[in-house]
């Protein structure tokens, strides 16, 4: 970023000096702090060309007053008036002025409204001329540190995740090799490596997922997808860990409806719901997965998974669907959790031009929500024999 802040910086200050050199001079100075008003005369054209900057812009003079200031500059807080306020950016400017060398940092600007946060800043300052004028170019930098924070995160949280499974499979490798006599031993060490090589085989598949369909990248094959036979095909997936535990499975709500997207991945959303809504709930349960039309013209569909576990604690809910976030690590990681599968679902949502919500209490189980556009913008349902409200009960 501040490369390309550099090549444009260079492109304005050559086009900016050569209209200084050639309309040097001018009217009295005004003193009227109007935003995005001269309040210096400037070479013609010098003004439009700072108008088109998508960076703050500010040109001051000698004596360190405004002489121009783009209304980015004026909103960020960088300039008041006919002052500059960020000390940082004055002490470059008097620098560049006494030597004519261009300089290049990159600051912190404090918010300069209540409860605002400060602003990171990629900033170059370059002479303007030969009568002590300096531009100042400023580029938000806070979306990007905060983008570089939230990989750096990513980053570590994987090498985490991808170390405990490695490092079990290690150490069970080398046990396994001293109880090579212990026929038993050897066998019940196996069954604990096969246990973590499918965690990280899940691991390794939810990441794959995720990098997927993350980088907000159009579905590229999309078409109509049944509810019906993505609902029934994530249940199959599912029955295997459900039955383990004695907990019904039960579809129910409108039949026939139909969105357009990707089934697989739809399958793969439902899935993670499903797995979610078993791994905690208690035995003997069941989990209700329901379609329904929504919206005033039914032009969207809802996809509802409902069970009767623990339910989640309202501080928790909103970061239910950040990558890694655990509301009870212990319990996830012994269910063979990765801590990735509601991320997913909110990616998967969001690629549909949907959204996933959620309702739960503590105790009263918990009721996960996709709500995506359906098929043609207009859900059309055929009643169902079964009600969402008998299948749950």
Avoid at 200 to 206: E, F, M, S
Avoid at 248 to 275: C, F, S
Avoid at 302 to 319: L, M, N, T
């Amino acid at each position: 970023m501040v490369a390309s802040l550099a090549a444009l910086a260079g492109f304005v200050v050559g086009a900016l000096a050569v209209m200084v050199v050639r309309q040097s001079g001018g009217q009295r100075r005004s003193t009227t702090p109007a935003e995005d008003v001269e309040l210096s005369p400037l070479p013609q054209g010098v003004a439009s060309v700072l108008a088109v900057l998508p960076s703050s812009a500010v040109v001051l003079d000698k004596e360190d007053r405004v002489l121009r200031a783009s209304s980015a500059a004026r909103a960020f807080g960088l300039v008041r008036g006919e002052h500059m306020m960020a000390a940082e950016l004055l002490a470059l400017a008097r620098q560049v002025r006494r030597d004519g060398e261009i300089r290049e940092s990159e600051i912190e600007v404090a918010g300069h409204k209540f409860g605002q946060e400060s602003t990171s800043f990629a900033v170059r300052v370059a002479p303007l001329g030969s009568h002590g004028q300096v531009l100042v170019l400023a580029e938000d930098q806070t979306e990007h540190r905060r983008v570089e924070a939230v990989r750096r995160d990513f980053v570590a949280n994987v090498s985490h995740e991808l170390k405990t499974p490695v490092g079990a499979l290690s150490l069970l490798a080398e046990t396994i090799q001293d109880a090579a006599d212990d026929p038993e031993a050897v066998t019940r060490f196996a069954g604990r490596m096969q246990h973590e090589a499918a965690r990280l085989t899940y691991l390794v598949q939810d990441l794959i997922t995720l990098s997927r369909i993350q980088g907000a990248e159009p579905i590229p094959t999309p078409g109509p997808v049944p509810i019906d036979e993505a609902v029934h095909e994530a249940i199959d997936r599912c029955n295997t860990t459900a039955a383990a535990k004695d907990i019904t499975l039960v579809a129910g709500g409108a039949e026939g409806l139909q969105i357009w997207g990707d089934e697989e991945l739809l399958v793969t959303a439902l899935r993670n719901l499903i797995d979610n809504a078993v791994a905690y709930s208690p035995e003997h349960t069941r989990v209700v997965v329901s379609a329904r039309a929504a919206g005033p013209h039914t032009e969207s569909v809802e996809i509802s998974v409902s069970d009767q576990g623990i339910g989640i604690p309202e501080s928790a809910q909103e970061r239910i669907f950040e990558r890694f976030f655990r509301v009870d690590a212990a319990r996830s990681r012994a269910t063979g959790g990765t801590g990735l599968g509601l991320a997913i679902v909110k990616h998967v949502a969001a690629a549909h031009n949907g959204a996933v919500t959620v309702w739960s209490k503590e105790g009263s189980g918990s009721t996960f929500t996709l709500r995506l556009p359906a098929f043609g913008g207009m859900a059309v349902a055929v009643p169902s024999t079964t009600t969402p409200m008998e299948a749950a009960q």
